[in-house]
Nanobody, 116 residues
Framework: QVQLVESGGGLVQAGGSLRLSCTAS????????MGWYRRAPGKQRELVGT???????NYADSVKGRFTVSRDNAKNMVYLQMNSLKPEDTAVYYC??????????WGQGTQVTVTS
């Protein structure tokens, strides 16, 4: 089975930047997509951004132009570069992976807190 481990979360002032990383390990077959979701206090988990095996990205409207998802296929890693952070970006960010046979896997999450 696949294991996902996130890193890079923390506390940052509004307007600042953070870079999240996620490493996949274990029995990985063909990866269809990897990406990021988040859950803010009192809200359901929502899409942040994903990237397919072919490099096609999909972003939530709220982060377009500010966040960038990228991946390193050789290392089975996905990244989330977050710029111009806003207090409303405060959430637990989860790494996500979808692969053949593996199905859908989730990391345990990393906290991102943005202060005014």
């Amino acid at each position: 089975q696949v294991q996902l481990v996130e890193s890079g979360g923390g506390l940052v002032q509004a307007g600042g930047s953070l870079r999240l990383s996620c490493t996949a390990s274990g029995s990985i077959f063909s990866i269809n997509s990897m990406g990021w979701y988040r859950r803010a206090p009192g809200k359901q988990r929502e899409l942040v951004g994903t990237i397919t095996s072919g490099g096609i990205t999909n972003y939530a409207d709220s982060v377009k132009g500010r966040f960038t998802v990228s991946r390193d296929n050789a290392k089975n890693m996905v990244y989330l570069q977050m710029n111009s952070l806003k207090p409303e970006d405060t959430a637990v960010y989860y790494c996500n992976l979808a692969a053949v046979y593996t199905g859908v896997a989730w990391g345990q999450g990393t906290q991102v807190t943005v202060t005014s």
